[in-house]
C-alpha cells in the first residue's frame, strides 16, 4: 500500500485499560487525564524525532466532525497537539477540516474503514507555507491508530492542497494503537 506520510508513532498499546482510560477522557469529561495523555504523547514524539533525525516544528491534529465536536464539548486530538505545541514551542495550525459526519470508526471493518475516511477531510496546507520553507514538515496528530485510514486520508488531502509549494513530509503521532 502506498502510504502518503512517512513515519508514524504511538504512545501506548490500546489494551482493556487504555480504553477504560480513553472512554474516561473523550465521553465522561475527566479532563484530569489530559496532562497524562500528553505526557505519554510527548514520550512517542521524543522517539519519532530520534528515531527520523529531523525537527518537526509544526503539528495539526485530525478534525472531528461538527456533530461530535458538538456532543464531545472538544476535540481530543486538538487538545494533546496543542499542548505538545505548548510544551516543545511547537507551532499548531488547523489546516484540515472534516467534511461530514461518520459513525464511529471503532464499530467498523479495516476494509469499511479505509472506504469510510475516503473524501472526508479538506485542507489548506498553503496555509503552512512561507517563501522561505521547502519541504514542510508536519505532524498529524490523532488519538487512536488502528488501520491508519484517518492518518493516510488526512495525508493525502494536505500533499495535494500542497502540490507545487515545494512539497510537505507528513509524520503521524497517535496516543495509542489498537
Not at 461530535?68 to 511547537?90: H, M, P, S, T, V
Amino acid at each position: 500500500m502506498n502510504r502518503h506520510f512517512k513515519s508514524s508513532r504511538c504512545a501506548v498499546r490500546y489494551d482493556a485499560r487504555m480504553k477504560e482510560w480513553l472512554a474516561l477522557y473523550k465521553y465522561r469529561g475527566n479532563e484530569g487525564l489530559e496532562n497524562a495523555f500528553a505526557a505519554m504523547l510527548a514520550f512517542a514524539y521524543e522517539r519519532l524525532v530520534e528515531t527520523a533525525g529531523i525537527t518537526l516544528p509544526s503539528l495539526t491534529a485530525v478534525p472531528l466532525a461538527p456533530e461530535r465536536q458538538r456532543d464531545r464539548g472538544f476535540n481530543q486530538a486538538e487538545r494533546l497537539a496543542r499542548k505538545l505545541a505548548e510544551w516543545y514551542g511547537l507551532s499548531y495550525s488547523p489546516v484540515l477540516r472534516r467534511l461530514r459526519h461518520t459513525e464511529k470508526q471503532s464499530l467498523k471493518t479495516r476494509s469499511s474503514r479505509i472506504i469510510d475516511m475516503r473524501g472526508n477531510f479538506a485542507a489548506d496546507a498553503g496555509a503552512l507555507f512561507s517563501d522561505n520553507e521547502s519541504p514542510i514538515r508536519l505532524l498529524i496528530v490523532d488519538d487512536v491508530y488502528t488501520t491508519g485510514s484517518t492518518l493516510d486520508e488526512c495525508a493525502r488531502v494536505l500533499k495535494e492542497s500542497g502540490q507545487g509549494r515545494g512539497g510537505l513530509d507528513l509524520f503521524g503521532l497517535m496516543w495509542a494503537r489498537s
